[in-house]
T-cell receptor
Framework: AQKITQTQPGMFVQEKEAVTLDCTYDTSDPSYGLFWYKQPSSGEMIFLIYQGSYDQQNATEGRYSLNFQKARKSANLVISASQLGDSAMYFCAMREGPGNQFYFGTGTSLTVIP | DSGVTQTPKHLITATGQRVTLRCSPRSGDLSVYWYQQSLDQGLQFLIQYYNGEERAKGNILERFSAQQFPDLHSELNLSSLELGDSALYFC?????????????FGSGTRLTVV
């Protein structure tokens, strides 16, 4: 089974609108970390936001927030007030297990339309 | 600048050749990870080093090898190159291997095998 599932290969959003990128994960470990990374067309991987499995509140970083629903094993990224510079690939990732392995999803390509 | 330095940024070489990719982790980070990103296979984990010792191996081919030196920089050696080895190779570093510690990625080395 896939550890991280991103079911939206491509998404479009109007500039200044909010968008939600879906991510579900699979683990039996009670302790894990969830991450989102952004990869613009230039190729670099940029860390956006982190959520720990024991964190009671949803993580927020500026315009990014993580909608953490533990029972559903989902960790959706919400980008508010989209900007043209948000157009990029977005990867959801999880770190868990005895070796603290890092698992990445297949990514969602976001295009912001002016 | 993420603090993780990868050189070279671009590399074009012929089939059958051998190349070395270099990574300097962020200051203070002990763990180094190598990933391969190709269009059809997403982000594939290759190998991890922690303070000079190999910690985990992923889908790394026998033609590939890596090491981490006492100054913590790491090198990924790719030999007998094939067309299918063309990809973006990322190095990432992390201060520790705990679940709360995310990766800091380098800007990647884009390898083209012709």
């Amino acid at each position: 089974a896939q550890k991280i599932t991103q079911t939206q290969p491509g998404m479009f959003v109007q500039e200044k609108e909010a968008v939600t990128l879906d991510c579900t994960y699979d683990t039996s470990d009670p302790s894990y970390g969830l991450f989102w990374y952004k990869q613009p067309s230039s190729g670099e991987m940029i860390f956006l936001i982190y959520q720990g499995s024991y964190d009671q509140q949803n993580a927020t970083e500026g315009r990014y927030s993580l909608n953490f629903q533990k029972a559903r094993k989902s960790a959706n990224l919400v980008i508010s007030a989209s900007q043209l510079g948000d157009s990029a690939m977005y990867f959801c990732a999880m770190r868990e297990g005895p070796g603290n392995q890092f698992y990445f999803g297949t990514g969602t390509s976001l295009t912001v339309i002016p | 600048d993420s603090g993780v330095t990868q050189t070279p940024k671009h590399l074009i070489t012929a089939t059958g050749q051998r190349v070395t990719l270099r990574c300097s982790p962020r200051s203070g980070d002990l763990s180094v990870y190598w990933y391969q990103q190709s269009l059809d296979q997403g982000l594939q984990f290759l190998i991890q080093y922690y303070n000079g010792e190999e910690r985990a191996k992923g889908n790394i081919l026998e033609r590939f090898s890596a090491q981490q030196f006492p100054d913590l920089h790491s090198e990924l050696n790719l030999s007998s190159l094939e067309l299918g080895d063309s990809a973006l190779y990322f190095c990432a570093s992390s201060p520790r291997t705990g679940r709360g510690y995310g990766y800091t990625f380098g800007s990647g080395t884009r390898l083209t095998v012709v």
